[in-house]
């Protein structure tokens, strides 16, 4: 259990020095299949192929059997929020004996956007926020106010993405439970506060988590269609339904950043330059370095989308291609956390039977030990290739079949240019980071 501490307040695997390969072939190598994928699609692909995908086929469900089974999980899912924000405060204040740090750091942060590019959209069903803010809305007063621009624009959904990655990588006591409380209290109380004057419909574009967790969920192959009735279609192809904003694909731009710097934060050299600093120097530092590194992914894409603009003529580039945006972070995602979740992630089920660090044993699962040989680090290291090159060409593919959408085959091919080129160097930089 103590190697839950020490996993936390890094939070991730970040690098590794057990690639199977050369981190430099690996990195050339990514590098190579994007370029040839690239060429491949170019002399292949003419039509757009995903919106015609999007439809799906039907999954007949009962109608109140599905019922039953969404309040169970809706009261399963409420019940653990509580236990969870209570054990901040009322359990011991460490990483080790008390459930918080686990779920939220590993279970919540790492296993929902994973799980929902699997499962689909089931946050918006578990989500404690969500469910407050719609029975708010069922007791609020009927009001004429109309929301305010900084509302319904969405942009403050980059708070809480940006809080969490700084308590997560940043500040010194981020994994300490009763800071972990509070932060829960005040964003669920602001929610609701916002609910009662304004709705749900509005609040709920500034709940980040939700944002960041539904896009993800557009790769699922399961979906719920207009007429809430549940479809399958094939994997990956939901993002060309997706309708980005600038709010949108900030809130991802940001998340990939923050997963950025966990690596950068593991490399040797940055090491080295926060060695000997405690406390409030060494937030400062780590405060700079998330700062810096978000600002170099969301530099670099906003370039590449401004020569996309002057290729296209058209404006909006940057929210049209956003979604090649998706599989990256979810690559990203599997690369850095994967393990993370598959060994760490055991300590959830310990933590269960006793959350407040009081010597219980609900669920007689109090003295299980983490299986640490589940998987090897091989099968980790080319799972971690395997994923920053995979959403990468992904993403070159998913860039490729909404350029021939909206334009000719010449323009198509030529807007892809400073995007290739940008996904070529995050390819590169994330596998080199790898190695720590």
Same mark, same amino acid.
């Given at each position: 259990?103590?190697?839950?501490?020490?996993?936390?307040?890094?939070?991730?695997?970040?690098?590794?020095?057990?690639?199977?390969?050369?981190?430099?072939?690996?990195?050339?190598?990514?590098?190579?299949?994007?370029?040839?994928?690239?060429?491949?699609?170019?002399?292949?692909?003419?039509?757009?192929?995903?919106?015609?995908?999007?439809?799906?086929?039907?999954?007949?469900?009962?109608?109140?059997?599905?019922?039953?089974?969404?309040?169970?999980?809706?009261?399963?899912?409420?019940?653990?929020?509580?236990?969870?924000?209570?054990?901040?405060?009322?359990?011991?204040?460490?990483?080790?004996?008390?459930?918080?740090?686990?779920?939220?750091?590993?279970?919540?942060?790492?296993?929902?956007?994973?799980?929902? @590019?699997?499962?689909?959209?089931?946050?918006?069903?578990?989500?404690?926020?969500?469910?407050?803010?719609?029975?708010?809305?069922?007791?609020?007063?009927?009001?004429?106010?109309?929301?305010?621009?900084?509302?319904?624009?969405?942009?403050?959904?980059? @708070?809480?993405?940006?809080?969490?990655?700084?308590?997560?990588?940043?500040?010194?006591?981020?994994?300490?439970?009763?800071?972990?409380? &509070?932060?829960?209290?005040?964003?669920?109380?602001?929610?609701?506060?916002?609910?009662?004057?304004?709705? &749900? $419909? $509005?609040?709920?574009?500034? $709940?980040?988590?939700?944002?960041?967790?539904?896009?993800?969920?557009?790769?699922?192959?399961?979906?719920?269609?207009?007429?809430?009735?549940?479809?399958?279609?094939?994997?990956?192809?939901?993002?060309?339904?997706?309708?980005?904003?600038?709010?949108?694909?900030?809130?991802?731009?940001? @998340?990939?950043?923050?997963?950025?710097?966990?690596?950068?934060?593991?490399?040797?050299?940055?090491?080295?330059?926060?060695?000997?600093?405690?406390?409030?120097?060494?937030?400062?530092?780590?405060?700079?370095?998330?700062?810096?590194?978000?600002?170099?992914?969301?530099?670099?894409?906003?370039?590449?989308?401004?020569?996309?603009?002057?290729?296209?003529?058209?404006?909006?580039?940057?929210?049209?291609?956003?979604?090649?945006?998706?599989?990256?972070?979810?690559?990203?995602?599997?690369?850095?956390?994967?393990?993370?979740?598959?060994? $760490?992630?055991?300590?959830?089920?310990?933590?269960?039977?006793?959350?407040?660090?009081?010597?219980?044993?609900?669920?007689?699962?109090?003295?299980?030990?983490?299986?640490?040989?589940?998987?090897?680090?091989?099968?980790?290291?080319?799972?971690?290739?395997?994923?920053?090159?995979?959403?990468?060409?992904?993403?070159?593919?998913?860039?490729?079949?909404?350029?021939?959408?909206? &334009?000719?085959?010449?323009?198509?091919?030529?807007?892809?240019?400073?995007?290739?080129?940008?996904?070529?160097?995050?390819?590169?930089?994330?596998?080199?980071?790898?190695?720590?």
């Amino acid at each position: 259990m103590h190697s839950v501490l020490s996993l936390l307040l890094a939070h991730g695997v970040g690098g590794r020095s057990d690639l199977p390969i050369s981190e430099w072939i690996a990195a050339w190598s990514g590098a190579i299949a994007l370029l040839l994928s690239f060429a491949a699609l170019g002399l292949l692909w003419h039509h757009p192929k995903f919106p015609q995908a999007l439809i799906g086929r039907l999954v007949p469900t009962p109608k109140f059997l599905t019922q039953i089974f969404l309040l169970l999980v809706q009261a399963i899912a409420m019940t653990l929020f509580l236990v969870v924000l209570t054990a901040c405060f009322f359990g011991p204040d460490n990483t080790v004996s008390n459930i918080a740090p686990t779920t939220i750091f590993i279970i919540f942060w790492v296993g929902m956007p994973l799980s929902a @590019a699997v499962l689909g959209p089931y946050w918006k069903v578990i989500s404690p926020w969500e469910n407050l803010g719609k029975w708010i809305d069922r007791i609020r007063p009927n009001s004429e106010s109309v929301a305010p621009k900084w509302l319904t624009s969405g942009w403050l959904a980059l @708070a809480p993405i940006t809080v969490f990655h700084w308590l997560e990588l940043a500040y010194h006591h981020g994994s300490s439970p009763r800071v972990l409380g &509070w932060c829960i209290l005040i964003y669920a109380v602001l929610l609701l506060l916002m609910t009662w004057r304004w709705g &749900w $419909e $509005e609040t709920r574009k500034i $709940e980040g988590f939700g944002v960041l967790f539904s896009l993800a969920a557009a790769i699922s192959p399961i979906f719920v269609d207009q007429k809430n009735k549940l479809r399958i279609r094939y994997p990956f192809v939901g993002i060309s339904s997706l309708r980005m904003t600038p709010a949108s694909v900030a809130v991802v731009l940001a @998340a990939l950043g923050g997963t950025a710097f966990d690596g950068v934060s593991r490399t040797d050299w940055w090491l080295d330059l926060i060695v000997g600093k405690t406390g409030a120097s060494w937030t400062l530092v780590n405060t700079l370095g998330l700062a810096w590194v978000s600002l170099i992914i969301g530099l670099a894409y906003h370039q590449a989308s401004r020569i996309g603009s002057r290729l296209t003529s058209d404006k909006n580039f940057a929210y049209k291609l956003g979604g090649s945006l998706i599989p990256i972070f979810l690559g990203y995602d599997i690369a850095h956390y994967f393990s993370l979740l598959l060994l $760490e992630g055991q300590a959830f089920k310990i933590l269960l039977s006793d959350p407040y660090g009081q010597g219980w044993d609900i669920f007689n699962t109090a003295s299980h030990a983490i299986n640490w040989t589940v998987i090897s680090t091989t099968t980790i290291g080319w799972i971690q290739i395997g994923s920053i090159v995979g959403g990468h060409l992904l993403g070159v593919l998913f860039a490729h079949d909404r350029s021939v959408e909206l &334009w000719s085959a010449r323009t198509a091919l030529r807007s892809q240019y400073p995007m290739l080129v940008v996904m070529v160097i995050y390819t590169i930089i994330g596998l080199v980071l790898m190695t720590g």
